[in-house]
């Protein structure tokens, strides 16, 4: 078994990330091709190059972000069996490899390469005026969104804790809306401030925004966050436990397909990567790929 394995040289706030990589590798004797994309616009075409030398294994080196970005190259393409991706960290945020447990150190992380176990794990499709996109975690249309724009503007070395910066930062300055929402064709809409479609568990740097969410029963965890703003401090501080379910602010329901009407204005995101704006239609596709753990 052989991986492509697919790099970001600004993630982990390192030096010679491609390097690192391929001696923690070679060290477990784990075959591997490395390359080191240029730029996010590249790391398509290098995908396509592994798929067309015959490799159905990646691996993604970075966040969530580049996770992202491998897998929306994947997806470009017909696979007559789902490929399989993995996950190295190196980014500030990796959170989908929290609902797995996986570990968070890259040279760690490299050890669930060497056995043959995998997930089969849905995908969800977006699609709005900004055109369609593919992601593995989460997409937001709100308030969530617009922390994500801040927080790719915030210093790397804050870690984590830029996400819940940029959260505090966008909050005075972001309204209620009337949004309306369906799901697998039933509506329910009101006075809010952000939807969560969720595939896996956590995102915003480790918060448990998702607990009941599965990545491979074909369905996305939807979360309708009401206004007024001064329900969040109490709803973040669940967050960090999971137990925001049961506040009176939040509304769950699961489906395949949502859309979304809300303002032309709200800002969308999916793991992490600022989309465009809303509104927006989801769905899932059931088992597209194999994740490795």
């Known amino acids: 078994m052989s991986w492509w394995v697919v790099v970001n040289p600004a993630a982990g706030r390192g030096k010679d990330l491609g390097e690192r990589v391929a001696t923690a590798l ?5 075959a591997h091709d490395v390359r080191v994309s240029q730029s996010a616009d590249s790391v398509a075409d290098v995908v396509e190059e592994g798929a067309a030398n015959g490799f159905t294994n990646f691996a993604s080196v970075g966040g969530d972000g580049m996770a992202n970005l491998v897998l929306n190259g994947l997806m470009a393409r017909d696979w007559g069996t789902p490929p399989t991706l993995a996950i190295l960290p190196a980014g500030s945020g990796s959170d989908f490899i929290r609902t797995f447990g996986l570990p968070r150190r890259l040279e760690d992380a490299v050890t669930h390469l060497i056995d043959e176990e995998r997930y089969p794990t849905d995908v969800g499709l977006i699609e709005g005026a900004f055109g369609s996109r593919h992601f593995l975690n989460a997409a937001n249309v709100g308030i969530a969104a617009r922390s994500a724009h801040m927080a790719a503007r915030l210093p790397d070395r804050l870690g984590t804790a830029r996400y819940t910066i940029a959260f505090w930062m966008a909050l005075p300055g972001f309204p209620s809306a009337d949004v309306h929402v369906e799901v697998d064709g039933k509506s329910i809409g009101g006075d809010l401030m952000n939807v969560v479609i969720a595939n896996g568990q956590f995102f915003g740097g480790g918060l448990n925004v998702a607990p009941r969410a599965t990545v491979m029963d074909g369905l996305l965890d939807v979360q309708m966050f009401a206004g007024p703003r001064r329900n969040a401090p109490a709803i973040m501080r669940r967050m960090l436990r999971g137990t925001h379910l ?8 699961e489906g395949a397909t949502i859309r979304v009407e809300c303002p032309d204005s ?12 809303g509104p927006v239609t989801v769905r899932t596709l059931h088992r597209a790929i194999q994740f490795k753990i």
């Open 26 to 30: 070679t060290a477990h004797g784990i």
């Open 246 to 253: 049961t506040h009176r602010a939040v509304r769950r329901r």
């Open 266 to 277: 709200w800002p969308v995101e999916a793991d992490g990567e600022v989309l465009g704006t």
